[in-house]
């Protein structure tokens, strides 16, 4: 039986919180729901997209407490080895409905 995984972004509820990877196992999702803090500096997390590459978690995000848009890259489909986090844009409160698409080399397009 093959099993498969489905990441999702958990939207912000309060201010403050980290930005997280939910990863459910399905077809199970119930009782099979790991939760990943991919990043925890800040007031992070807000306007999320999530893409894959692969089955690898690219997520899209403002970062509120620098006023910036960030980007995390999964290497694993967990989100469990540290992602890469890179600034994409720092120049002046942007972040805001972040939109994510990869490229079909796995390129980032913001």
């Known amino acids: 039986v093959t099993v498969c995984c489905r990441p999702m972004v958990v939207p912000l509820l309060a201010?403050?919180?980290p930005l997280?990877?939910?990863?459910?196992?399905?077809?199970?999702?119930?009782s099979s729901i790991t939760t990943t803090t991919v990043e925890s500096?800040?007031?992070?997390?807000y306007?999320?997209?999530?893409?894959?590459?692969g089955q690898n978690p690219v997520i899209a995000y403002r970062d509120a407490t620098n006023l910036r848009l960030r980007l995390a890259v999964c290497?694993?489909?967990?989100?469990?080895?540290?992602?890469?986090?890179?600034?994409?844009?720092?120049?002046s409160n942007v972040g805001?409905?972040?939109?994510?698409?990869?490229?079909?080399?796995?390129?980032a397009v913001v």
């Open 15 to 17: 201010a403050l919180l």
């Open 20 to 30: 997280l990877l939910l990863l459910s196992v399905l077809p199970a999702c119930a």
């Open 41 to 45: 500096a800040g007031d992070v997390g």
């Open 47 to 53: 306007f999320t997209s999530l893409a894959l590459n």
């Open 75 to 91: 290497s694993d489909a967990a989100c469990a080895t540290s992602p890469a986090l890179v600034t994409v844009d720092s120049s």
């Open 96 to 107: 805001l409905f972040t939109a994510l698409q990869l490229t079909t080399g796995g390129a």
